[in-house]
């Protein structure tokens, strides 16, 4: 019997290849000081997709962009396709909170950015996507063990922000939940203390199940249909099941080998 995470990369490699198919764009960004969960649930993500269709978006941490740049404009560059995905390890959301917290952003400036926001969301909704808010909490006594442990954590990345958000860590967390607040049912929230695994699964499951709403598809059904016909093939009973239906890691192996051909030609191998 398969584990609940196997089970779900494999729902998930079902849906987001008919996203492609229905050519539904999805946006997927995270928020909040658990960092380290952060990091992880997105590499565990990464490893169950394939690679052609799905893209992590990294804002630098002291990006500041000149006085004439729209607030969005760098977000708005970030969608993908229709049909792929984007991972955004932060988001506006993030510039926002700390340009308020270092006073950087007027109040009159911060209400006018969140209708910023919300206009951005809704246009990008009613345009063939679909937008995914999750915050990860973290304690503060747990991030300085993380800080200790460098756990999970690219430095030469994250160390800034990571260093920041300890500092500022009452701060942050009131005007985010600020934040949710004004729409807590638009966010997939993982409670500080939460284990990284549960974190993953928790996370897996509400996108499965928003996805499924989206697409009309009943993915554990799907699946186990495919894995019905991997059992009757192997056994010549049947053709082979059509690689529409391909299993995570059938086909994030085959979209592998293929880039691995590609990447060969090109050097003349």
Do not use: C
């Not at 269709?53 to 993908?80: C, D, M, Q, T, V």
């Not at 996507?129 to 915050?135: I, P, Q």
């Not at 994030?252 to 880039?259: F, G, H, I, K, L």
């Amino acid at each position: 019997m398969k584990s609940i995470d196997l089970d779900q990369k494999d729902r998930l490699a079902l849906l987001f290849r008919e996203t492609l198919d229905q050519e539904v764009g999805v946006i997927l960004l995270f928020e909040g000081p658990g960092l380290a969960t952060i990091q992880y649930i997105i590499s565990r993500l990464a490893h169950s997709l394939d690679p052609r269709h799905y893209n992590l978006k990294h804002l630098p941490h002291e990006y500041n962009p000149g006085r004439s740049e729209p607030f969005l404009r760098i977000f708005w560059l970030a969608l993908p396709r229709l049909g792929d995905l984007v991972m955004l390890d932060r988001s506006y959301y993030y510039r926002l909170v700390r340009g308020i917290v270092h006073d950087e952003i007027s109040r009159k400036k911060a209400d006018r950015y969140r209708e910023e926001i919300q206009a951005f969301e809704r246009s990008v909704q009613d345009n063939g996507y679909e937008l995914y808010r999750v915050y990860v909490n973290r304690s503060r006594k747990d991030l300085k063990k993380d800080a200790r442990a460098k756990k999970d954590i690219t430095l030469s990345l994250l160390e800034d922000r990571f260093n920041e958000q300890i500092s500022n860590y009452k701060q942050y967390q009131k005007v985010f939940q600020n934040l949710i607040n004004a729409n807590p049912g638009g966010w997939i929230q993982i409670e500080a203390g939460t284990k990284r695994k549960q974190a993953l699964l928790k996370v897996q499951a509400a996108v499965i199940a928003r996805l499924e709403e989206r697409l009309q598809i009943d993915s554990s059904r799907a699946v186990a249909d495919f894995d019905r016909a991997m059992q009757d093939f192997r056994a010549g009973r049947t053709a082979e099941p059509s690689t529409r239906n391909r299993s995570a890691p059938e086909e994030t192996a085959a979209a592998t080998s293929e880039q691995n051909v590609q990447n060969n030609a090109e050097r003349g191998e």
